[in-house]
């Protein structure tokens, strides 16, 4: 079977070629004339094949097999009990499907029957791919690897995203060399240190320029990406699902198919990717549900009263939070049966009788008279060793019977793929949703799993799917309902878990000045309007650090805005500035949330920047996180602007004592307006005022018409 497949989508083309019975990638970029895929000379892509070598090379393909005389990392890595391990696909069959085509490979002597799906989105021209293997033999087979694809390619400096709690996001960068690098997650979420996506591109790009390359996993567990660079000089690049030892075991007839591997290029830098990317997430992932939609101001009760529940006091909190404009409510950990410390009580999905003798439902009521939502935060994967739940229910545990294993939290994993357990916790939570007027649940996660069994089998595959499916049952009870995913902060970030949720908790770092950074990585994969971001305390729990409540709220006013500190003990002139702030924010919600998000490169290192870009109008955010390298601060140059447009512009926030920190202010320092074209404001820039480390300047651009 030869030919060329070509798909198109986004301005761009993917042309896969089908050679000696083997899918290869031969173009994926701007989009070709039609009919060229017809004359390219098969010439074009051969290599010279050295010495020291196989006959025909290394043979890299979009599923490249050992067998076929690969000798880098497979795509397939599979065994039978009697020894057999070896894997020969070739084509098959190919298929159309929706934007796409599935191409089938098979190897009869192995018992193999594998099938690739590669899909481009004729909007976005984002790629996906997914990777299935049918057990087509007589007896087991045991899968150890399956990625969803493998993509070759020229670029080498990878973008990676590691951190820790607190601390989400943390980007590195580096060349690749010889051999292969990768990154990890064991902990059956996608992780705070290493989560499921990664940028590769020529070496030196930016934020505007630069081709580059990026994928992101959709999965919710253990996974594994991986950059090598085969010894002929070239690149690939792969991702799939981790197992545990044995977990991935196929009957006869069985098929296993791997996360979606979603794809984006640009030839224009990273914002090139976010172009892409943004789109993709609000239409496909997020099926638009939230297009228009407002996204309600946010107060958190967690950073405010803790585990220490008293219900006047968190009345009369909430009567502060909707004066200063919130919207949602949303009780946070404490409120349930015995809850005064995280060592105690998860599992028992009922309120504590002792802070809440009349239940949740006279503070629900109280938080709804005062024109916001009520909402309520859960952990319902876990409980606490200690518990009703687990005392009535030792064997619910997920693990090995009789073996005792670490504890995170104070807490265990439920065994949630067995149905009488998952049964029992959609029964407490649909009680609650169905008896209390409830709009919003923040779903969290505390722990890692570490002994991932149920009956006496490896089971982090099937408790991911059983949490999925958890969710989406009630959803579909309670399709009113949204849901917010969050794992110790930013510890499950994902396009799967989006799939069925409305926000991501981006961080329990309420800290600006991290802040800062851990949004900049994350809106490289995900709009605005799904980022969680609070204003904190004035001193952080997680940094011991202080700052403005300038730089906190206008930190948090470019995502899904919100509140969580008790903002009863904010000074008047703070509780006036975060109204203003949360006024300014619902104001501009639909260029928030709607805009193209356009990150800055700024002349000072220590800075972050960006911009949000709608049909005449901007707003853009300068935030000094480090003291300056330099006196005075070059001009903030914006890009991404309409540059025919002239535009009014206006520094929000000027400095209220600005000869502290310079002799002379420029005019728009002092917040009066300047106006000029996209261009001029992308090439001059905006003069600055002299900025402290962790001081900010929030512009507004109005097109003048």
């Known amino acids: 079977m030869q030919g060329t497949l070509r798909l198109d989508g986004g301005g761009q083309t993917l042309l896969i070629a089908l050679r000696e019975g083997r899918p290869q990638l031969e173009y994926w970029g701007q989009a070709l004339p039609a009919g060229d895929e017809t004359r390219l000379d098969p010439g074009l892509f051969e290599r010279a094949i050295p010495h020291g070598m196989l006959d025909r090379g290394e043979r890299l393909d979009l599923a490249p097999e050992a067998g076929h005389g690969f000798t880098a990392t497979p795509s397939l890595a599979a065994s039978r009990p009697g020894g057999g391990f070896i894997s020969q696909g070739l084509l098959r069959e190919i298929e159309p499907v929706e934007d796409g085509v599935r191409i089938s490979l ?3 002597a192995a018992g193999i029957a594998r099938f690739l799906t590669v899909c481009i989105d004729p909007q976005t021209g984002v790629a996906a791919f997914r990777s299935e293997v049918t057990n087509a033999g007589a007896d087991v087979l045991q899968l150890d690897w399956l990625s969803a694809v493998a993509l070759p390619t020229v670029l080498d400096e990878v973008l990676a995203f590691g951190g820790r709690w607190a601390r989400e996001f943390a980007s590195h960068r580096f060349r690749l060399g010889m051999g292969a690098w990768s990154s990890e997650s ?19 790009f930016g934020e505007h320029h630069g081709q580059v390359l990026a994928v ?26 981790l197992f545990w030892p044995g977990e991935m075991s196929l009957d006869p007839g069985e098929t296993y198919a791997t996360p979606w591997l979603y794809a984006a290029r640009s030839d224009t830098g990273l914002n090139g990717l976010s172009d892409r990317l943004h789109p993709f997430v609000r239409e496909r992932i997020l099926e638009g549900r939230l297009k228009g939609k407002t996204r309600p101001v946010h107060f958190n009760t967690w950073e405010a009263v803790y585990f220490r529940h008293d219900e006047a006091e968190l009345k009369a909190l909430a009567e502060t939070a909707a004066s200063v404009g919130a919207e949602r409510f949303v009780l946070d950990d404490g409120w349930f049966k015995g809850r005064n410390d995280d060592t105690t009580s998860l599992g028992d999905w009922t309120p504590d009788a002792a802070k809440y003798p009349n239940g949740l439902k006279p503070l629900a009521d109280h938080v709804r008279s005062l024109g916001m939502e009520f909402g309520l935060w859960v952990e319902p994967e876990m409980a606490n060793a200690r518990s009703d739940l687990l005392e009535a229910h030792p064997d619910w545990i997920l693990g090995e019977p009789g073996r005792e294993q670490p504890l995170g939290r104070g807490q265990y994993v439920l065994d949630l793929t067995r149905s009488e357990i998952a049964d029992e916790i959609f029964r407490q939570l649909d009680r609650l949703l169905s008896d209390l007027p409830i709009g919003y649940l923040k779903w969290d996660m505390n722990r890692d799993l570490t002994h991932p069994a149920s009956a006496g089998r490896p089971a982090s595959h099937a408790q991911v799917h059983a949490v999925y499916a958890l969710i989406d049952r009630l959803r579909a009870a309670h399709p009113g309902v949204e849901i917010e995913s969050c794992a110790s902060g930013g510890g499950r970030a994902d396009y799967e878990i989006l799939k069925r949720t409305d926000r991501i908790w981006t961080s329990d770092c309420n800290d600006p000045i991290e802040r800062q950074s851990i949004q900049q990585a994350f809106s490289i994969f995900f709009p605005p309007e799904v980022m969680g971001a609070h204003v904190g305390p004035a001193d952080s729990h997680t940094t011991a650090r202080r700052a403005s409540l300038k730089l906190r709220a206008f930190t948090a006013l470019f995502g899904h805005m919100g509140i969580e500190a008790d903002v009863r003990r904010f000074p008047p002139e703070d509780l006036e500035a975060l109204a203003a702030a949360i006024s300014l924010h619902k104001s501009l919600r639909p260029l928030l949330h709607a805009g193209r998000l356009v990150r800055q490169a700024p002349a000072d290192e220590g800075a972050i920047a960006f911009a949000v870009v709608g049909e005449g109008e901007a707003m853009a955010s300068f935030a000094q996180l480090e003291t300056p390298t330099h006196a005075a601060p070059a001009p903030f140059r914006i890009a991404g602007l309409e540059p025919d447009t002239r535009y009014e512009i206006r520094l929000l926030n000027p400095p209220r004592h600005p000869k502290a920190s310079m002799k002379a202010a420029p005019v728009l320092a002092t917040g009066e307006a300047v106006r000029a074209t996209g261009r001029l404001v992308a090439e001059v820039g905006l ?8 001081e900010i300047a929030v512009f507004h651009l109005k097109a003048v018409r």
Do not use: K
């Open 106 to 108: 098979a190897d009869a």
């Open 687 to 694: 003069p600055l005022p002299v900025l402290r480390a962790g």
């Open 216 to 241: 992101h996993l959709a999965w919710s567990g253990d996974h594994r990406l991986l950059v090598e660079r085969l010894r002929d000089g070239r690149l690939q690049l792969q991702a799939g699902e």
């Open 186 to 204: 064991r902990t059956g979420r996608t992780s705070h240190h290493a989560p499921p996506f990664l940028v590769v591109g020529e070496p030196g």
